[in-house]
């Protein structure tokens, strides 16, 4: 058994969360809400993970109290249902289970979850429908949800594979699976979800891709227990050619079971994207002749994942260069700026948001101090720049910042509205940038600079005389065009599916994503 770790944690719950999504049906227009509850996979001798949600149809929260009734008598014999939802408060009365929830301030009713336990004894194939009826803001919602016992598979792959390319290379990645359980796994289908900066470039007849979606391969042959299985040929990338050498992308590599990928509906969320033409892609096998007829799923979802660590080698690096910034202001008035960092190329200066130090580091000009900050900006105290500390908050004198994605010859500017106490002509601000692989240091300190107002100027609201800029802060973003939207397009869906490790139990918590 591969070691559990976070990633992989993040990563299993991420395929819960593809499973849930995907089950997302539409409210009729007199409903309050969308009920999603999926039909579920329980392994013999295991225990599967899953829940429902409510969706407020006209925003959230839409209504104050909830509650929700299971009726259990067709699957009572065969499976067990335990709630896992804080949130929820549950009274049973055998073979059925009632429970209530108030809505949280901040993200309204939280998700119903719960544990489906196989009973001991019973065969793989029993299938039953639980009645799952909502109610909630004046409105009743009934489904049936399929519970059906599975035989357990535990597909399993190696927890990372590192690779190494310079910028426009084309390179190939050899992936293997495991399986692991008891019994013959019959077919897999594997999931890459490849950045936008190291595309597929493959064209085999049994995998599926377009850009902004995961390369999607299905493989018919039987994985023989306690044994290992390889690609007939490497996955084919290629590395963009505008990436900055000393970077590095993270791609991930999922295998599924069958059962498990058609009870996703992950097929029907990817549309109609045609396969390759060329030769199949093969797992290079053991011949197995186990064909039993009871669905199949996955006991462990924690180790059949693998990241695909891609370092970009080479000389092709980003300058990052700090420009100058100035305003006319007068004492007691408040007035505008947009300290602005520009990238000279030749490489792409990538999101920084995974980083856990600024790039820039902006100190405000003596006598001053921010009304309105930048939404990429945080404050620095004497504790330090602090991550979790609010984006945006105004108050402090020295802001650390964080970037997304900024294009060779466009910049990136960072808009502050500054309280003027009094200028102080010998007291500029500064910005500095520290990029990973800067080639170049002499660029990367500017000053910000207060001029008295000329007379006439009412020194309120001024805007800064570099104010042009190409994107940054919450209030602009780069052009989303060209490259870029491949990119935008790509991370939606990976939220989506990849789940970001708490579809189900945190989906609606706020979270900051600058493009």
């Known amino acids: 058994m591969l070691k559990n770790s976070a ?19 539409p409210a009729f227009a007199d409903e309050a809400f969308e009920l999603n509850a999926p039909n579920v996979l329980v392994p013999v001798g295991h225990t599967a993970y899953s829940g429902f949600w409510l969706d407020p149809v006209d925003g959230e929260p839409a209504f104050d109290h909830a509650t ?6 067709a699957v009572a014999d065969f499976v067990q249902i335990e709630p896992n939802s804080e949130q929820w408060h ?15 301030p901040e993200w309204g009713i939280g998700d119903f979850t719960y544990f489906a336990i196989a009973k001991d004894g019973v065969e793989a194939g029993r299938s039953g429908d639980m009645t799952v009826k909502a109610t909630a803001g004046g409105s009743e ?4 949800v399929t519970l059906t016992l599975a035989e357990a598979v535990d597909l399993q ?18 992936l293997t699976v495991r399986n692991g359980g008891p019994s013959a796994a019959r077919g897999a289908v594997m999931m890459l979800w490849a950045d936008y900066y190291t595309a597929y470039a493959g064209n085999f007849s049994n995998c599926r891709y377009s850009e902004g979606n995961p390369v999607i391969c299905h493989f018919d042959s039987d994985l023989d227990p306690e044994k290992t299985y390889r690609l007939s040929s490497e996955l084919p990338l290629k590395l963009a050619d505008e990436v900055r050498s000393g970077t590095s992308f993270d791609n991930s590599v999922t295998w599924w079971t069958t059962d498990d990928w058609n009870a996703s509906g992950n097929d029907e969320y990817f549309g109609d994207v045609k396969p390759g033409t060329g030769e199949p892609l093969r797992l290079v096998e053991v011949e197995s002749t186990s064909r039993r007829a009871a669905p199949q799923t996955d006991i462990e979802w924690l180790n059949n994942i693998t990241n695909l660590h891609i370092s970009v080698s080479g000389n092709h690096y980003a300058d990052l260069a700090a420009e100058p910034a100035s305003a006319s202001a007068t004492a007691g008035k408040t007035v505008a700026i947009r ?11 990538e999101a920084t948001w995974n980083l856990t130090e600024p790039v820039v580091e902006i100190v405000l000009p003596g006598g001053t101090t ?9 404050p620095i105290t004497e504790k330090g720049w602090d991550i979790q500390e609010e984006w945006g908050k105004p108050g402090a004198s020295r802001y650390g910042c964080l970037t997304s994605e900024i294009a060779p010859g466009q910049t990136y500017f960072f808009d502050f509205t500054l309280q003027v106490d009094k200028i102080t002509p010998n007291a500029p601000g500064q910005l500095t940038v520290t990029f990973p692989g800067d080639p170049q240091a002499a660029n990367n300190t500017a000053e910000i600079v207060l001029k008295p107002a000329s007379t006439g100027n009412n020194g309120g609201d001024n805007g800064g005389d570099n104010g042009q800029g190409g994107g940054g802060g919450d209030g602009g973003s780069l052009p989303i065009t060209g490259s870029s939207t491949g990119l ?22 706020k979270t900051r994503f600058v493009a």
Do not use: M
Not at 160 to 174: H, K, N, T, W, Y
């Open 141 to 144: 919602v009934t489904k049936e």
């Open 370 to 378: 921010a009304v309105e900050a930048s939404g990429d900006c945080a």
């Open 488 to 509: 935008i397009a790509g991370i939606g869906a990976l939220l989506l599916v990849a789940g970001a490790g708490g579809y189900l139990v945190a989906r609606r918590r």
């Open 7 to 25: 990633r992989r944690w993040l990563a299993g719950l991420g395929v819960v969360g593809a499973i849930v999504a995907a089950s997302a049906s």
């Open 157 to 174: 792959s190696p927890e990372q594979v590192d690779l190494e390319a310079a910028p426009g290379d084309s390179f190939g990645v050899q």
């Open 68 to 73: 929700i009734d299971l009726d259990l008598s």
């Open 90 to 104: 549950c009274t049973s009365d055998a073979p059925r289970l009632h429970c209530e929830a108030d809505a949280h």
């Open 339 to 349: 300290p602005t960092v520009r990238n000279l190329g030749p490489a792409i200066a």
